[in-house]
């Protein structure tokens, strides 16, 4: 313990480097990402003397001092998701590897090092984002109008979705939005049209953070006549229609095979009467 004080103390003294905040690293939701932290080196440098601490805000993410792994303060959130590049320490690696990531794993991480003759603090941002599959598009027709749907799974964070006309005015959507157990969303889009005119109906899907996007657009047609027609026809009385073909089908049929039957047992009961004479 005295030899840890002593290093702490030496800290005071040595050269300090202080780093801005480097580029984002981007990781998935549930995926692993490495957090990367360098400092220079000797030949002479001993484990036991180097110390390296990462936080998240006022966390302890992990730490490493008098030559192996400290975590008796380290964070709840991070207990048995982070680990060092212990065979590159010698290298100059401080480096961290974070598995499992969260939501809450976001936002600016720092990592301080001493090494006997520097003190160097470098920052990191982190940032959970992961890109859309290709959206899928499924049609369904109604009496009277159609519904369009775009599914995307897999991304994060929600994506933004537009849908617009041949002229560009927005189309009223409707979107049902699921996270799945690593994180990640699948959301659904539904517009419903009614079309009297051939029309060009587009969706267009924006994932600002990774700069992803996608555009499908759809050329419909209007119904056909008869089609109209139907749909005019109160749904009770196609209904009532549909059952009576049915029934008198049935019936008919019924009949058929009744004349049928009687025509065969009054052949069948006169060609026993002839063998028997």
Excluded at 79 to 90: A, P, S
Excluded at 161 to 175: A, E
């Amino acid at each position: 313990m005295r030899c840890f004080l002593f290093w702490m103390a030496v800290t005071i003294l040595v050269r300090r480097v202080q780093h801005p905040v480097s580029p984002a690293a981007v990781a998935a939701p549930g995926g692993n990402a490495t957090l990367e932290c360098s400092f220079s080196t000797s030949k002479n440098l001993n484990l036991t003397n180097l110390i390296i601490n990462w936080q998240h805000g006022e966390t302890v993410v992990h730490s490493f001092y008098l030559g192996q792994d400290q975590l008796d303060r380290q964070g709840q959130a991070y207990k048995g998701r982070t680990h060092l590049f212990k065979d590159e320490l010698l290298e100059g690696n401080a480096s961290l590897r974070l598995i499992r990531m969260q939501p809450d794993d976001e936002g600016e991480y720092s990592c301080y090092v001493n090494n006997e003759q520097d003190s160097t603090t470098r920052r990191l941002k982190v940032i959970l984002a992961a890109l859309f599959d290709e959206p899928l598009l499924s049609l369904q027709p109604t009496c009277d109008s159609i519904n369009i749907t775009a599914t995307l799974s897999n991304g994060f964070p929600q994506p933004e979705i537009r849908w617009f006309d041949s002229s560009g005015r927005d189309i009223l959507q409707t979107s049902t939005i699921q996270l799945d157990t690593r994180g990640r969303y699948k959301v659904s889009s539904t517009i419903s049209s009614r079309q009297n005119a051939i029309e060009t109906i587009t969706m267009e899907m924006k994932l600002e953070v990774l700069n992803q996007s996608f555009t499908r657009s759809l050329l419909l047609h209007p119904p056909p006549d008869p089609c109209q027609e139907c749909c005019s026809t109160p749904f009770t009385s196609r209904n009532r229609t549909a059952m009576a073909t049915v029934v008198t089908l049935f019936v008919t049929f019924i009949l058929i095979l009744m004349f049928a039957v009687k025509k065969w047992k009054a052949s069948h009961g006169q060609q026993e009467h002839e063998q028997a004479m």
